[in-house]
């Protein structure tokens, strides 16, 4: 269980607070969308199958998660916004948190 990947450059530790930009076709456009969440989970033991799952929350307070292939051409750019101190590989406790609670449990002081 790896609790840390490098991706072109940057390490991505879980707990860390990220901000992927992905490319999205729509017709003969091509946009890019900012989703921006906390790693929880990284899956995948080669370049070619590594997945990574972000979570956030909506202003409504619904949780959503994204499953990103590392290896997808639609990937524009990923920015590590806030690092954590977690130790652990997985981060799956956080969907039963509120937001408030799990930014005390993951950026605390130590």
Do not use: C, W
């Amino acid at each position: 269980m790896a609790n840390s990947i490098s991706y072109k450059d940057t390490v991505l530790n879980v707990g860390d607070t990220l901000s992927l930009s992905y490319k999205i076709k729509e017709g003969d456009r091509v946009r890019q969308q900012l989703f921006k969440g906390i790693l929880i989970n990284i899956k995948g033991n080669t370049d070619q199958n590594r997945m990574i799952t972000l979570r956030k929350v909506s202003k409504i307070g619904i949780g959503v998660e994204r499953i990103i292939p590392l290896s997808s051409p639609h990937i524009a750019s990923i920015k590590v916004d806030k690092k954590s101190n977690y130790t652990k590989a997985k981060l799956f406790f956080a969907r039963n948190l509120t937001e408030a609670e799990l930014k005390r449990k993951l950026y605390a002081k130590k």
